[in-house]
């Protein structure tokens, strides 16, 4: 037998780096798969057709700052069966079109580009696309590169923004917007479509009016993985379900903390309190808890639309007509229906769990959002009176603390009524020190509050903790024992279980028995038997019964996870692949039917895929009034979860059953790994299935 040729070290590691560059197979199936396509886009050609049916309430400053665009109605894209010569010309002319990533990166960014990129090219070989290099930087900077199909096979079905990479440089004065104009001009664009959040489609409706006497066409992208972008008519018609990128966020969130909740069943010693993104809206909360049927997931939402009826009833006992305390969660309330909920289960021998909590819980919560609203009135102002930043002028804690103590004491404050009182002072001194470093951070580029900065988990954990230990220290937070362990330890120890039972728990009978609530430690353990006459005043308590208190003693362990920037980084799945590529080839049809000013939508995208209708909304219309740095702006409005929709309310009327405070099995759901397939994935979010039932 021959022998195998000796490899040199070069060979082996040649073979190991070829090795470790080879795609994964998981990869290379995603790049082949081709995402399902609305039937209307197999089409020779289409057309606008303008719904006016639909409606939204009127802003007064959005009539007056986007004129050009405020009276788009929504349109429709339909097959256009017989067309003109000239139609037919104008629709399949070649086309320059630009495009730019905007914000935060979601999950099916790229497709949104793929099928923007496949329709222009299907319709006109010598078409060209631009991608921006950084968002609207490289759009303002003239720094862009020509997409080509190579680029776009590479990252079809891929996460990440890294075709072009993102940035959330601000396009809002009319200098920025003529310069980019300017550079759109050069690239001679026919179009230019924003991919970006709601911001983002504030931007590409200001464009829309700049650019609305060149010729060239604007038109958004709804992205953002919170899914606040929501859009309903003023009778409560839903045009847009969420926006591209949230179901995979929430799947990714979903896997994971179902991987937790294996480890918390396994370990039994930890609570797992994981906070996920979402700011102003608990969507990915909501839809997370459905994805896992996690033990407590909290939705900022009902927290702040909480009214404490036992509150009221007490104020109206006492001849008062108001007790305004009893509107809206207190954060010792919060801490107090968590702390319910972990003794409930601790009982049955479950002094384990998880729980969800979204990034912005703090902002509703009302005795937190008016240190908020205060604290960021106080910062806009410095700023503008004295043109030089506040965190810079105050570096410290003690020095912001200090300035906030002379607003309090009338110092720098001639108005009657101070912003900040002495009263301010008092309970903002009275929070932990981390608390408030946290709530003086420095505010984002829109003057917001950043509660990703924020160790939110933390604070609510602590004060769930200092309850705890008082319920503890009552004997009502303790462990239960399954009775069939207590009958064993007792024979293996050569005693009679059903003799001692009725001295050592409050149900002795019960299939999980608890330490009687007097029993709060061994010297208290020794009385108790000496009292029901099992042991004598001078015999030491034997090891049996020491051993079966500790059992029963509870600790409150917790792990935090924060889950935000692997889930705009995950690959997207299934809906949301075939969701971003209409979206892409919806936003190439409403340019070649000359709209602008639009944001690409999907009306009925909470149905099945065969209902899907691809459309325009008038982005104008979508617009309100919001504080930004101390001054109101027009922007577009994000939406939040709604207690009325049928998704929420079937997660309140099914959540204490996840809570499992019982003798028996935990409820957790596993969703599964993300991936391509139709028949292993769900084929929309959860929150959009629930909801769809209403209307079916």
Known sequence: MEDSPLKTPSDVRAQALQTMNEESRENLARRRFSPEK???????????????????????????????????????????????EKAKAQFSKPRHIGVVFSGGPAPGGHNVIAGLFDEMKRFNS????????????????NRYIEITAELVDTHRNMGGFNMIKTGRTKIDSGSKMELALTVCKGLKLDALVIIGGDDSNTNAAFLAQHFKSSGIKVIGIPK???????????TGKVLCATSFGFHSAARAFAQNISNLANDGSSDIKYW????????????????????THVNI???????????????????????????????????????????????????????????????????????????????????????RIHDIDFHRTFPTLNEKLDYLRRISQGMM????????????????????????????????FHGNFQFSQVKTEKII??????????????????????????????????????????????????????????????????????????????????????????????EFKTQPHFYGYDGRGTDPTYFDCCYAYNLGLTAFHLIAGG????????????????????????????????????????????????????????????????VAACACPDRFRNPGAIGVSKEMEEDRPLTLRLNALKSQ
């Open 38 to 84: 609305i039937d209307i886009f197999n089409a020779s050609q289409t057309s606008l057709e303008a719904l006016k049916e639909y409606r939204f309430l009127k802003n007064t400053e959005a009539e007056r700052m986007l004129p050009g665009i405020i009276n788009n109605p929504v349109q429709q894209v339909i097959i256009d069966a017989d067309p003109d």
């Open 126 to 141: 010598a078409s060209k696309m631009f991608g921006f290099i950084k968002g609207p930087e490289g759009l303002l900077e």
């Open 224 to 234: 953002t993985i919170d899914g606040d972008i929501q859009v309903k008519t003023e």
């Open 272 to 291: 797992h309190v994981c906070k996920v993104m979402g700011r102003v809206a608990s969507h990915l909360t909501l839809e997370t808890a459905l994805q």
């Open 297 to 383: 997931a909290l939705i900022g939402e009902e927290l702040a639309d909480y009214v404490d009826q036992d509150r009221l009833a007490k104020a109206r006992e006492k001849g008062e007509q108001m007790d305004y305390n009893a509107y809206g969660m207190t954060l010792r309330h919060l801490s107090r229906v968590i702390c319910d909920i972990i003794v409930r289960r601790a009982a049955f021998g479950k002094n384990y769990g998880v729980m969800i909590i979204p990034e912005g819980i703090l902002e509703f919560i009302n005795e937190i959002q008016v240190f908020i609203t205060k604290l960021n009135k106080i910062i806009a102002d410095y700023n």
């Open 413 to 444: 404050d001639k108005g009657r009524f101070p912003i900040w009182n002495i009263r301010d002072d008092e309970l903002f001194n009275q929070l932990p020190r981390f608390f408030r470093e946290g709530l003086l951070v420095e505010r984002d």
């Open 461 to 554: 954990m602590d004060m769930v903790k200092e309850y705890l230990d008082v319920l503890r220290e009552q004997g009502r937070y303790k462990v239960g024992i399954l009775r069939d362990d207590y009958v064993s330890l007792m024979h293996d120890a050569g005693m009679d279980p059903d003799l001692f039972a009725p001295a050592l728990f409050k149900n002795p009978q019960d299939k999980y028995v608890l330490v009687k609530p007097d029993i709060i430690s061994l010297k208290t353990l020794r009385h108790a038997l000496v009292n029901a006459g099992m042991l004598d005043s001078e015999e030491e308590t034997p090891e049996i019964f020491i051993n079966i208190f500790r059992k029963s003693q509870a």
């Open 595 to 658: 709209a602008t000013g639009q944001m690409a939508a999907i009306i009925n995208l909470e149905k099945e895929f065969d209902q899907w209708q691809p459309a325009g909304i008038p982005i104008a219309r979508l617009m309100h009034l919001e504080e930004r740095k101390g001054r109101l702006e027009l922007v577009m409005e994000k939406s939040i979860v709604d207690l009325e929709s049928n998704a929420f309310k079937v997660f309140q009327a099914i959540r204490e059953d996840w």
